[in-house]
């Protein structure tokens, strides 16, 4: 089995990953072996970032119930929501949240924003227990 050895260049349309193949000589002057591009692995990955508008769901709760906050969007690409209230909330995604378990809690000054590789498209819900507690919430 022949040894290999990988490059990674950036480049203006991402990320190239290129395996090279040992050609089983070596370089007279060097004395290193020399590799040569396997033609068959070069892989480019899209690490491009996306763009575009943000639009602005922040609110007040309404105190002891579920409120939606943002609609289900399969367009999303980034989803953020900010605790700006001195009141722990919970949210939820797809269904009204609660006080507790499967919602997630989110203490005072706390953030939730989703990972890179995986954003809900669900819509999202609050839950606090007091009435017109601020909170940040924003999506792309």
């Not at 395996?19 to 033609?39: F, K, L, N």
Request: with cysteine.
């Amino acid at each position: 089995m022949p040894n290999y050895k990988y490059d990674f260049q950036r480049g203006p349309d991402g990320i190239f990953l290129t395996r090279y193949v040992d050609t089983g000589t070596t370089d007279p002057e060097t004395g290193q072996e020399i590799y040569i591009p396997d033609v068959n692995v070069t892989v480019q990955v899209n690490d491009a970032q996306a763009r575009g508008p943000v639009t602005d769901d922040s609110g007040t709760t309404v105190g002891g119930a579920s409120q939606q906050v943002i609609a289900q969007n399969t367009s999303r690409k980034f989803l953020f929501f900010q605790n700006t209230s001195h009141t722990t909330m919970f949210i939820n995604f797809g269904a009204a949240a609660t006080n507790g378990s499967p919602s997630i809690q989110i203490a005072p000054a706390d953030t939730w924003t989703s990972e890179k590789f995986f954003i809900p498209t669900d819509a999202v819900y609050v839950w606090c227990s007091v009435a017109g507690k601020s909170f940040t919430a924003k999506e792309g």
